[in-house]
Each structure stands twice: as C-alpha cells, then as structure tokens.
C-alpha cells in the first residue's frame, strides 16, 4: 500500500510538471490563447489520448513508433541550436526573443521574413536522413541496410543536420532583422548590436 501511494503521488507530480510545461509550449506557439486555455486544451487531448491508447488500440507500438520518430525529426533541430549556442557562448537577446510572443516583427533573430532558412532547410534535410533511416514497427526505413539494420537514425539525423548548418554558415553574416529589409550581422551570435526593431 505505501508503495502504490508512492507511485500514485509521483506520478501526479510528474504528470503536473509535464502538463505545465505543454501548456507553456502551446501558449508560446500560439500567443493568443491564454496560458490557462492552453493548458486545459493540452489536458483535455492528452486525456483523450490516453483512453483512445487503452481501450481503442496497441498504444505501446503506437507509443515506441511516436518516440523514434519525434526523435530522429527532433535531434538535427537540437544540433543546429546547440551549434548556435556553443558560436554564441551561451548569450542571447532576451528581449529580442520575445519577438513572437508580443506578435511582433523585427529584432536580431527575426533573419528573412521570420525564417533562419539555413537552419531551417539543414534542420530538414537532417529529419529527412532520420526518417529515412528509422526502424519502427510498421516501416523500416531504406537506410536502414546501411546500417546494418539498427536504428542509428537520431545518430545519422543529428550529424547530417548539424555538417548541412555547419557548412552553410562558416561563420559568414547570414541573420537579418527588420519589416522586410535584409540586415546581415554574424552567423556565429547575432545579438542585440543594431538593427530595427518591431
């Protein structure tokens, strides 16, 4: 019994903890839904979720399949970011970063019309690689003979992803800030030195 109470009581926890934090993601993805709203829409499909995982279908496959591709889409944009913090040595524009949530335009990280397209296009070619290199229940990827048949497709997504931005940006000025006008500042940390605002 104390046990089960302990399971119970960490699971609440971390289940609140994980709830805050979707709901935060939500709220930053889509800034005209309140905080409060957002969490409650993310309870209410995760909940649904949930059920639908129990009683309607094999969740675990579903479950295994979700977290290897979430994975391999994931790991080259995770690259790319921490190539951009190592180059920027971990100093940001706080300010500028908040660009999209006061539904704005401009600042240091707004770069072409809102979209880093060396990031962006690296960031793809790198999940392509990893999805093309997955091994899930129901799809095996081509690549996947290269490798022998293990899954190394965060390894191949995270290294394709990261060689594609690192050859692109080789530290030549690349970000641009502003309502339509290029303003070209360093790849490697383009902080807040110049430029329009929003």
């Given at each position: 019994?104390?046990?089960?109470?302990?399971?119970?009581?960490?699971?609440?926890?971390?289940?609140?903890?994980?709830?805050?934090?979707?709901?935060?993601?939500?709220?930053?993805?889509?800034?005209?839904?309140?905080?409060?709203?957002?969490?409650?829409?993310?309870?209410?499909?995760?909940?649904?979720c949930v059920f639908?995982?129990?009683?309607?279908?094999?969740?675990?496959?579903?479950?295994?399949?979700?977290?290897?591709?979430?994975?391999?889409?994931?790991?080259?944009?995770?690259?790319?970011?921490?190539?951009?913090?190592?180059?920027?040595?971990?100093?940001?524009?706080?300010?500028?970063?908040?660009?999209?949530?006061?539904?704005?335009?401009?600042?240091?990280?707004?770069?072409?019309?809102?979209?880093?397209?060396?990031?962006?296009?690296?960031?793809?070619?790198?999940?392509?690689?990893?999805?093309?290199?997955?091994?899930?229940?129901?799809?095996?990827?081509?690549?996947?003979?290269?490798?022998?048949?293990?899954?190394?497709?965060?390894?191949?997504?995270?290294?394709?992803?990261?060689?594609?931005?690192?050859l692109w940006t080789?530290?030549?000025?690349?970000?641009?800030?502003?309502?339509?006008?290029?303003?070209?500042?360093?790849?490697?940390?383009?902080?807040?030195?110049?430029?329009?605002?929003?």
């Amino acid at each position: 019994m104390p046990l089960l109470l302990a399971a119970s009581a960490g699971s609440v926890g971390n289940a609140g903890l994980m709830l805050y934090s979707m709901g935060l993601d939500l709220d930053a993805i889509v800034p005209r839904v309140s905080r409060a709203r957002a969490t409650y829409a993310v309870a209410v499909v995760a909940t649904a979720c949930v059920f639908a995982g129990h009683y309607a279908w094999d969740a675990q496959s579903a479950m295994t399949s979700f977290v290897l591709l979430l994975t391999a889409i994931g790991t080259p944009w995770a690259v790319i970011t921490l190539i951009g913090f190592v180059r920027c040595r971990g100093s940001y524009d706080a300010d500028a970063l908040q660009v999209f949530n006061r539904r704005a335009r401009g600042g240091v990280y707004w770069y072409h019309a809102g979209w880093n397209i060396p990031a962006t296009v690296s960031w793809a070619v790198g999940a392509t690689v990893g999805v093309l290199a997955v091994a899930l229940p129901s799809y095996e990827g081509p690549l996947l003979a290269l490798t022998g048949g293990v899954d190394c497709s965060f390894l191949l997504s995270g290294l394709v992803g990261g060689a594609v931005y690192l050859l692109w940006t080789p530290g030549a000025a690349v970000a641009a800030a502003g309502e339509g006008d290029d303003v070209a500042r360093p790849a490697s940390c383009p902080t807040g030195t110049g430029g329009p605002r929003a």
